[in-house]
C-alpha cells in the first residue's frame, strides 16, 4: 500500500549546538557551525538565514542584532560591536543566541546560549618593551595600580622564525608548572613546548594582601623563560578580568598592546668553572715523560660545548696562552686535562674556560701555580 501523501516541509533550519562567544574591547566574535539539514532531516539547499540575539540579565526577551545568511553546514562567525550603554556601568553577563528562520520568519528554537560580560573593559597596556636576558625575555610596560578585582596580565607569543640550523640555547632553569609564579613584583611565566602561537598569563598580587573582592596591582613586569635562543618573537600583552556568573566563569578582554618583536640572541657565556686544581707528576714516575693533570668541577649548563684551557710558564715569563690537545682538532669536553708538554723543574700557572654552542666563553678562573718536579 502506497504511503499517504506527506505535508510539505516548513524549511526550518535545525538548532545550532556550538555556539561560542569572546569579547575583546567593545567587539563579541561569535563563531558557529551553520545547520545541514532542517527539522525533517533534509538537506538544506539554499544560503541559511539566522538572527542573531543578545539578551541583558534584567530582561526577559531577546533583541535582535543582525539577520545574516550562511552557507549549510559551514563555520560561520559575526562580530557585534556593543553600543556604549553595553560598554559602561557594572560588569554582567549578556547573553547571546542564533536562530535559524525559513523565508516565512518562523524558527526551530534557539541555539545553545553563551555568555560574555558586558560593562567595561581594562586599560590597554601601553609602553610594551622587551629584552633578552639570559633566563628569556623580560617584558616591561607601564605599570597600573588598584585594578578591578579578577583581572590579570594575558601574553600572546608568536614565533616569528623557525629554529636555526645551530642548536637553539635551552633556558637554564625549565619551570615545573603550566601557570605562572609570583616572585615579588617579577612574574615567571612557565616553560612549555615551543608552539608557534602561545598565550601565558600572569596573575596579579591583590593591592595590601587582602581579599578577593580587592583592588589589584598590576607591576607592569614578567619574564618569560620559555623562549628558546636563536629565534625571533612577536609579543603583545592585554589585561582580562575574569567574573563568576551561573556556575561559570566570564571574561573580557582589553585592546591588546602594539605588537612588539625581539630577537632572542644568545650572547650569555657560561658560568666560570670552579674547583680547578693541579697535580705535577715527575719523569721518572712517567716513564720519562713529565706532566701536570689538571681537574675541575663540571658546568651544569645544558648548552655547553667545550672548555679551553691557558697555560703560562712561569719560569720563563712567558705569556698565558692557550693549549689544548695534540692535534688541535678535538674539544676538550671533560672536566680533566693532561699537560704532556712541560719541562722539569718548570713552574706553571694554569687557567680555564667553558664555551657554549655558540661561541661564548666564560670568564677565565683564577691563575693556579704549581712547579714540575725536577726528576
Not at 608568536?158 to 615545573?176: C, D, E, M, N
Request: aromatic residues 4%; contains cysteine; charged residues 20%.
Amino acid at each position: 500500500m502506497a504511503a499517504g501523501p506527506q505535508p510539505p516541509s516548513l524549511q526550518l533550519p535545525r538548532q545550532i549546538p556550538n555556539l561560542t562567544a569572546s569579547r575583546t574591547g567593545d567587539q563579541v566574535k561569535l563563531h558557529w557551525t551553520t545547520p545541514r539539514e532542517n527539522t525533517d532531516r533534509l538537506k538544506l539547499q539554499k544560503i541559511v538565514q539566522l538572527r542573531i540575539c543578545r539578551r541583558q540579565q534584567q530582561t526577559a526577551s531577546w533583541d535582535t542584532v543582525a539577520t545574516v545568511t550562511a552557507a549549510p553546514g559551514k563555520a560561520a562567525q559575526y562580530t557585534d560591536v556593543l553600543p556604549a550603554q553595553l560598554t559602561t556601568g557594572p560588569l554582567r553577563p549578556l547573553r547571546y543566541s542564533i536562530f535559524g528562520i525559513n523565508k516565512h520568519g518562523r524558527t526551530a528554537g534557539p541555539s545553545n546560549i553563551v555568555m560574555v560580560l558586558a560593562g567595561p573593559t581594562p586599560t590597554q597596556v601601553q609602553n610594551l618593551s622587551l629584552q633578552v636576558v639570559e633566563r628569556g625575555v623580560l617584558l616591561h610596560w607601564q605599570a597600573v595600580p588598584n585594578l578591578p578585582s579578577g583581572t590579570s596580565v594575558e601574553i600572546e607569543r608568536t614565533l616569528v622564525t623557525h629554529p636555526q640550523a645551530t642548536p637553539a640555547r635551552a633556558s637554564a632553569k625549565p619551570a615545573t608548572s603550566a601557570k605562572t609564579n609570583t616572585a615579588g613584583n617579577l612574574h615567571l611565566l612557565s616553560r612549555a613546548d615551543e608552539p608557534v602561537e602561545q598565550t601565558l598569563r600572569v596573575n596579579l598580587s591583590a593591592a595590601g594582601g587582602q581579599t578577593d573582592e580587592a583592588e589589584e596591582n598590576d607591576s607592569g613586569i614578567a619574564l618569560d623563560f620559555s623562549p628558546q635562543f636563536g629565534q625571533k618573537y612577536s609579543y603583545t600583552v592585554r589585561r582580562v578580568i575574569e567574573r563568576p556568573a551561573d556556575n561559570r566563569t566570564l571574561s573580557v578582554s582589553g585592546t591588546p598592546s602594539a605588537s612588539v618583536e625581539i630577537e632572542t640572541r644568545d650572547t650569555f657565556p657560561p658560568s666560570t668553572p670552579v674547583g680547578l686544581a693541579a697535580v705535577p707528576v715527575s719523569a721518572s714516575m712517567n716513564r720519562g715523560v713529565p706532566e701536570v693533570d689538571l681537574s675541575w668541577s663540571a658546568n651544569t649548563e645544558p648548552d655547553l660545548a667545550q672548555y679551553r684551557v691557558y697555560r703560562q710558564d712561569v719560569t720563563l715569563h712567558t705569556p698565558v696562552q692557550q693549549i689544548g690537545l695534540a692535534n688541535h682538532f678535538e674539544s676538550i669536553v671533560a672536566p680533566a686535562f693532561r699537560d704532556l708538554h712541560v719541562q722539569p723543574d718548570h713552574t706553571y700557572a694554569y687557567t680555564i674556560s667553558a664555551v657554549d654552542t655558540t661561541g661564548n666563553e666564560s670568564p677565565r678562573s683564577q691563575l693556579i701555580a704549581v712547579k714540575v718536579p725536577a726528576s
